[in-house]
């Protein structure tokens, strides 16, 4: 797949002023500064649509960008960063949260790790919660073009380690630098495969008579979280 057009589309403090759902979207979430915006960037082929930056705790809306007029990617406010307006980031933890577990069009998270540190008890946090919350997620390692492959081997595997206990068939893992592009053509096949099993699952909505990406179209897709996703 090929990206012909990718558009800022708005930037929303909570769940509420976030778009209509009638678009399939795929967030990125991770810790702050872990790669989120310049992977978002990467991945549309263009730099500079979601601001990157080198301090940690700066994007603090969800921002939602609209790619080849069908789908979207969505910037997740990070996790883990303390300093600041307090008040600001419990508030967006919440609108996160609730983007998270509500957001009836989300079809699949890109769960972000530093493949260059050992595994870090806040992200090991994050991912349980996504798993007791059922989010679909895959992992994606980020920054490999920082480490030395020997080193990133052996802290995906202690990161898997940590995890594999609550799955079955533990979740994918893409390896990427934004940096060498490394993983792109492998994301956005991910998000191919997905758009396709949608468009599948949505023909055989509509043909039941429910509106394509209305509430109730979308509560039938409350068994979003499907496990044994192939990937
Ligand atoms: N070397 C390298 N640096 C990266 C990569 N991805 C992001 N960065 C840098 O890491 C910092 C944080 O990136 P950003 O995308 O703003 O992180 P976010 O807070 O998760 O959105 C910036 O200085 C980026 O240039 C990567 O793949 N390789
Ligand atoms: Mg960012």
């Known amino acids: 797949m090929e990206i012909s057009s990718a ?3 708005c930037s929303s403090p909570d769940l ?6 009638s678009l399939p979207e795929f967030a990125f979430i991770g810790r702050s500064n872990v790669g989120k915006s310049t992977l978002l960037n990467m991945l549309a082929g ?6 990157t930056s080198p301090k940690p705790g700066f994007t603090k809306l969800i921002n939602i960008f609209t790619m080849n007029k069908t789908w979207r990617l969505v910037d997740l406010p990070g996790y883990g960063f303390a300093e600041g307006a307090k008040k600001d980031s419990s508030r967006f933890n919440h609108a996160v949260s609730e983007y998270l577990k509500q957001r009836t069009n989300l079809c699949l998270v890109f769960a972000l790790i530093d493949s260059g540190l050992e595994p870090q008890d806040i992200d090991l946090e994050f991912i349980g919660w996504l798993v007791r919350n059922a989010v679909p997620f895959v992992l994606v390692f980020t920054k490999t073009d920082k480490v030395t492959p020997t080193m990133m081997q052996a ?4 990161f898997t380690a940590r995890i594999s206990e609550w799955f079955e068939k533990l979740p994918a893992i893409f390896i990427c630098s934004a940096t060498t592009g490394q993983g792109r053509q492998e994301l956005l096949g991910v998000i191919d495969e997905s758009m396709t099993a949608i468009q599948a699952e949505q023909a055989t909505v509509s043909t039941e008579g429910l509106p394509v990406g209305s509430r109730k179209t979308l509560e039938a897709r409350k068994k979003r979280p499907d496990r044994n996703r192939p990937w």
């Open 16 to 21: 509420d002023s976030c778009p209509d759902e």
């Open 7 to 9: 558009i800022f589309d």
């Open 155 to 158: 802290n995906i595997a202690a």
């Open 46 to 51: 263009k730099e500079g649509l979601a601001r």
